[in-house]
């Protein structure tokens, strides 16, 4: 599967940004999605993720409350609305496509494909 991230950019803090993955290739209600971001100096860390049919999901604590994350099937496309955004949210974000269990999906290392990554940078 491929995967395409965009909507990043520059946003005050308190803003809101919402970033879109759009999935082409193998049957996309076959993987758990991802996000994850990485800042500069930092290893990548995991944002939120969606089960793959979206009934299910998870958020890492510094953005439960702030981020959504959902997915529109028709569109085989996953979005993370991300509001009252912070400068300690500023990183490259990723999403990522993962055929292991739900159980494992919070690790980086059981994602397959990647997105490029959009900059997200929140000013203060």
């Known amino acids: 599967v491929q995967l395409q991230a965009s909507g990043g950019g520059l946003v005050q803090a308190g803003g809101s940004l919402k970033l879109s993955c759009e999935a082409s290739?193998?049957?996309?209600?076959?993987?758990?999605m991802g996000w994850f971001r990485q800042a500069p100096g930092k290893e990548r860390e995991f944002v939120a993720r969606s089960s793959r049919n979206g009934g299910t999901k998870d958020y890492t604590d510094s953005v439960k409350g702030r981020f959504t994350i959902s997915k529109d099937n028709a569109k085989n496309t996953d979005y993370l609305q991300m509001n009252n955004l912070k400068p300690e949210d500023t990183a490259v974000y990723y999403c990522?496509?993962?055929?292991?269990?739900?159980?494992?999906?919070?690790?980086?290392?059981?994602?397959?494909?990647w997105g490029q990554g959009t900059q997200v940078t929140v000013s203060s």
């Open positions: 990522a496509a993962s055929s292991f269990v739900w159980s494992a999906t919070r690790d980086a290392s059981y994602y397959r494909y």
């Open positions: 290739g193998r049957t996309y209600n076959n993987y758990v």
